[in-house]
């Protein structure tokens, strides 16, 4: 496996002199801050990046700023700061999406990159949705280097086998099957810190809802105060009683390690959870670990797409357009998608540099109903997404779903998401 990435990194770094060319290596020297929360176990996939762009410009200093914390949950905020400080860093980490539109964009930080998409032949290599959704009437404004599915269920075969269970197709086998788990000693459901109770709310609403009504709860025509939403929390509290009681202590690699090691059944997650498995616990899809959409969502593909912009005011924005450069070519993204369980943001990536894991999301990308998720952005702003992070943390707290269906009414008229 190793020797694979060797090779791999090799045949990337040649293709990548090919796309740079020898100008690239042109004089471009000083430093350049990528700010992420791809720290740690998250880290290999943009090291991977980050090495081809070392090799290309030798002369620039990259200074890798990551801050921990999954799904950006204090990046996020440090982010914030810093925009606002008037101190941005020379590319960021933000989610396609509203996270990016409604966020920064709307802010007046960002610079237009239509140009760079237009001279680097992007607007025919990326999907025309994707594009749409980095962009607005005025611009396009950031690269997207991935799209991860959040609607996953994971879980270890050898183990399942053992206690007689199959993967459940919808919350109801679901619900069947956990007290037995429960009498064996088993968590039937690992969950982690409040904001992967997020993460587990998207895909059970996605399945109570379905994708239509999914679709509607964001372009405001579905009231969060409906009988549809009401249901989507009461289902999310039966599925809750089935999770362990430590969660909001642990990280999302803590609840993965959980199925791993058998303690738990299973785990709703993003493929970053496959990456992790791959890559940080070398464990081979199939074989090692199972998947499934989560119940409920056969069919339909929720996604993400994690991308890099270049801020107003950047301090090395030379270096910064190369880097936004790598990130959106193929040698880029094939270096980077593999190792981080995510696949290609672009159409003519090369599919035998990913494993079956990610070969089978490519599929399901290709022929699923694509829906945007919220608890990476896509649907909502971030104000929309601190104050549900504040419903969550009530509802994990009181359980009525009354209360967080009308608070959730009271967070999108707030955040403008009403209409
Ligand atoms: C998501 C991000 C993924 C992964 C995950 C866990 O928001 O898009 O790339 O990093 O958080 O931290």
Same mark, same amino acid.
């Not at 204090?74 to 590319?91: C, E, F, I, Q, W």
């Not at 035998?352 to 089978?360: D, H, I, M």
């Given at each position: 496996? =190793?020797?694979?990435?060797?090779?791999?990194?090799?045949?990337?770094?040649?293709?990548?002199?090919?796309?740079?060319?020898?100008? #690239?290596?042109?004089?471009?020297?000083?430093?350049?801050?990528?700010?992420? &929360?791809?720290?740690?176990?998250?880290?290999?996939?943009?090291?991977?990046?980050?090495?081809?762009?070392?090799?290309?410009?030798? =002369?620039?200093?990259?200074?890798?700023?990551?801050?921990?914390?999954? #799904?950006?949950?204090?990046? @996020?905020?440090?982010?914030?700061?810093?925009?606002?400080?008037?101190?941005?860093? +020379?590319?960021?980490?933000?989610?396609?999406?509203?996270?990016?539109? %409604?966020?920064?964009?709307?802010?007046?930080?960002?610079?237009?990159?239509?140009?760079?998409?237009?001279?680097?032949? &992007?607007?025919? #290599?990326?999907?025309?949705?994707?594009?749409?959704?980095?962009?607005?009437?005025?611009?396009? &404004?950031?690269?997207?280097?991935?799209?991860?599915?959040?609607n996953?269920?994971?879980? !270890?075969?050898?183990?399942?086998?053992?206690?007689?269970?199959?993967?459940?197709?919808?919350?109801?086998?679901?619900?069947?099957?956990?007290? @037995?788990?429960?009498?064996?000693?088993?968590?039937?459901?690992?969950?982690?810190?409040?904001?992967?109770?997020?993460?587990?709310?998207?895909?059970?609403?996605l399945s109570?809802?379905g994708a *239509? @009504?999914w +679709? $509607?709860?964001?372009?405001?025509?579905? +009231?969060?105060?409906?009988?549809?939403?009401?249901? $989507?929390?009461?289902?999310? %509290?039966?599925?809750?009683?089935?999770?362990?009681? *430590?969660?909001?202590?642990?990280?999302?690699?803590?609840?993965?390690?959980?199925?791993?090691?058998?303690? $738990?059944?299973?785990?709703?997650?993003?493929?970053?959870?496959?990456?992790?498995?791959?890559?940080?616990?070398?464990?081979?899809?199939?074989?090692?670990? %199972?998947?499934?959409a989560?119940?409920g969502t056969e069919g339909v593909f929720m996604?993400?797409?994690?991308?890099?912009?270049?801020?107003?005011?950047?301090?090395?924005?030379?270096?910064?357009?190369?880097?936004?450069?790598?990130?959106?070519?193929?040698?880029?993204?094939?270096?980077?998608?593999?190792?981080?369980?995510?696949?290609?943001?672009?159409?003519?990536?090369?599919?035998?540099?990913?494993?079956?894991?990610?070969?089978?999301?490519? +599929?399901d990308?290709? =022929?699923n109903r694509i829906v %945007?998720?919220? /608890?990476?952005?896509?649907?909502?702003?971030?104000?929309?997404?601190?104050?549900?992070?504040?419903?969550?943390?009530?509802?994990?707290? #009181?359980?009525?779903?009354?209360?967080?269906?009308?608070?959730?009414? /009271?967070?999108? !008229?707030?955040?403008?998401?009403?209409?």
């Amino acid at each position: 496996m =190793k020797c694979f990435f060797k090779t791999l990194s090799i045949v990337l770094l040649l293709s990548l002199t090919v796309i740079i060319g020898s100008s #690239s290596a042109e004089e471009l020297s000083g430093e350049l801050e990528i700010f992420s &929360w791809w720290a740690g176990d998250e880290g290999p996939a943009l090291e991977a990046l980050i090495t081809l762009y070392k090799a290309g410009y030798p =002369k620039v200093e990259v200074v890798n700023a990551t801050i921990t914390g999954g #799904s950006g949950i204090n990046a @996020k905020a440090v982010l914030k700061t810093r925009m606002l400080g008037g101190n941005p860093p +020379d590319s960021f980490q933000v989610h396609a999406g509203q996270e990016l539109i %409604g966020t920064w964009v709307k802010a007046d930080r960002m610079e237009d990159l239509t140009g760079l998409f237009k001279e680097s032949g &992007w607007m025919e #290599s990326f999907p025309q949705d994707l594009i749409k959704l980095l962009g607005t009437d005025k611009g396009i &404004w950031s690269v997207p280097v991935n799209i991860h599915r959040s609607n996953v269920l994971w879980y !270890i075969p050898a183990n399942l086998e053992k206690w007689g269970i199959d993967a459940p197709e919808n919350w109801d086998d679901f619900l069947a099957i956990a007290p @037995k788990l429960k009498e064996q000693g088993v968590v039937p459901l690992a969950l982690a810190t409040n904001w992967t109770a997020n993460h587990l709310w998207e895909s059970v609403a996605l399945s109570s809802l379905g994708a *239509d @009504k999914w +679709d $509607a709860l964001w372009s405001g025509k579905l +009231d969060w105060t409906s009988e549809d939403v009401v249901k $989507a929390w009461e289902l999310f %509290g039966k599925v809750l009683e089935f999770t362990n009681e *430590d969660a909001s202590s642990l990280s999302w690699q803590q609840a993965t390690d959980m199925v791993v090691n058998g303690q $738990a059944a299973f785990n709703v997650m993003g493929d970053w959870a496959a990456g992790y498995m791959s890559t940080t616990l070398k464990m081979e899809p199939k074989k090692d670990y %199972g998947w499934a959409a989560s119940p409920g969502t056969e069919g339909v593909f929720m996604f993400l797409a994690d991308s890099f912009g270049l801020p107003k005011g950047a301090p090395h924005r030379a270096n910064t357009l190369a880097w936004l450069k790598l990130l959106g070519s193929k040698a880029g993204s094939d270096a980077f998608n593999p190792l981080k369980g995510s696949i290609s943001a672009r159409l003519d990536s090369d599919l035998s540099l990913y494993n079956v894991y990610s070969q089978s999301a490519a +599929d399901d990308f290709g =022929k699923n109903r694509i829906v %945007g998720s919220l /608890a990476h952005g896509v649907v909502a702003n971030e104000g929309f997404m601190n104050d549900f992070a504040t419903v969550m943390g009530m509802f994990l707290k #009181s359980r009525n779903p009354q209360q967080a269906a009308q608070a959730g009414q /009271a967070i999108a !008229i707030q955040n403008g998401m009403d209409e």
